[in-house]
């Protein structure tokens, strides 16, 4: 039941814009508002399309490829914010694309417990998008 509900999901959203219909990993980002909405599916696809048109916009400015401007200002966030973890993962070699992108393209949810991901997203959508 929840496989068929994400499958309609992606498919209207690659009605609304076919450029969804190209994007790699969509259904990890979207599959947490199958769960939040219990088989609402006007409503899964009415917040994944909000989602994806206020946070995601800028995700396929580049597409297929990730979005290089966004990811070097998240590497500046946390060059600011957390200079010692920032100047680790230089040294080991890590960019923001191997950190940063797999967090952002799935919009946390693979790395964030639901309850966890559900507050993360109560505070998102409360506040301006950045």
Known sequence: RLSGLLE???SC????????????DLDAAIFPWVLA???????????????LANW????FECHPYPPVELLAGVAS???HHAPVLAAHLEMIGADA???????L????SRSLAR??????WDHLLSHEPV
């Open 105 to 108: 393209a799935a919009f946390f």
């Open 77 to 79: 966030l946390l060059a």
């Open 115 to 120: 309850d966890d991901w559900l507050v993360l």
């Open 56 to 59: 995601g916009q800028r995700f």
């Open 8 to 10: 309609r999901t992606l």
């Open 97 to 103: 694309l191997q950190w940063a992108w797999p967090l």
């Open 37 to 51: 909405f219990d088989g609402d599916e006007v409503a899964t696809f009415e917040a994944a399309a909000t989602v």
């Open 13 to 24: 959203l690659a009605h609304w814009c076919p450029l969804f219909g190209e994007a790699a």
